[in-house]
């Protein structure tokens, strides 16, 4: 009798390369920075080694690098018993999709009055760019950059008829008094923006009002997810809004 051989070929069938290596898992870890002062937090770190994390440890490690020189700076240049400089950085939104990180407090080189820190920086986690706002905005929303009336101004911050109306708009639940109306009617305000998970909305914030109206008038106000939805925002950074979490600066 003839034997017959069979050969049996085993397919190894790989899974597909999904999710791609952009995909966002879950929200980033961050991981602490050494402070830039005793009383100044630094920007933290984002945990993993995508090519979108890395590019947005890039910008965090310049930040920190750049604000080191600013207080070297304002250190050198304030009299005696003149500076300082305090500083927190939170969380406000660790998603799926964007991250977002706001440094808030005070500083002074001297002057007759302190000034503000405040400064987010957000996250688009899919290409390690800070985000356009000119593209999550709706389009009746958008503008354009304009002259800041006092001082340097964001990059990121936009200006339109209908944003300064939003403004005023949710400022006015918040009781903002007649002289702060008066800012708004006196120029062009450009706003910044940055999610948050706690407050379930986006802050917006004016950027270049004119000093005295700065610290009461400049918010930050924060324009709810119902609203968001209502007006056309993009349906990423509103689901990032909602399920994303908050995380509050060291003690």
């Not at 920086?121 to 929303?141: I, Q």
């Amino acid at each position: 009798m003839k034997s017959i051989a069979f050969a049996v070929f085993v397919v190894l069938v790989m899974p597909p390369a999904w999710p791609p290596a952009w995909a966002a898992s879950g929200p980033p870890t961050l991981r602490k920075s050494p402070n830039l002062a005793k009383s100044a937090e630094a920007y933290p770190t984002l945990a993993g080694a995508t090519s979108a994390i890395v590019r947005i440890n890039r910008v965090l490690q310049s930040a920190n690098a750049k604000q080191r020189d600013d207080m070297k700076d304002c250190r050198r240049d304030a009299p005696h018993d003149g500076y300082w400089w305090e500083q927190s950085v939170d969380a406000t939104l660790l998603g799926a999709h964007f991250v977002s990180l706001w440094a808030h407090g005070n500083m002074s080189c001297g002057g007759a009055h302190p000034n503000l820190v405040d400064e987010a920086l957000v996250f688009d986690l899919k290409t390690g760019e800070r985000v356009d706002w000119r593209r999550l905005l709706p389009a009746p929303l958008r503008g354009e950059s304009r002259r800041p009336s006092d001082g340097p101004m964001p990059a990121e911050a936009i200006a339109s008829p209908a944003l300064t109306a939003l403004f005023v708009e949710e400022s006015e639940k918040e009781g903002v008094g007649a002289d702060c109306k008066a800012a708004f009617a006196e120029q062009d305000v450009n706003f910044e923006f940055w999610p948050d998970a706690k407050a379930k909305g986006l802050e917006m914030r004016a950027a270049n009002l004119l000093h005295w109206a700065e610290g009461p008038c400049s918010g930050p106000v924060t324009i709810p997810a119902a609203t968001l939805k209502r007006l056309g925002f993009d349906a990423l950074l509103i689901e990032d809004i909602e399920t994303g979490r908050y995380q509050a600066a060291d003690p």
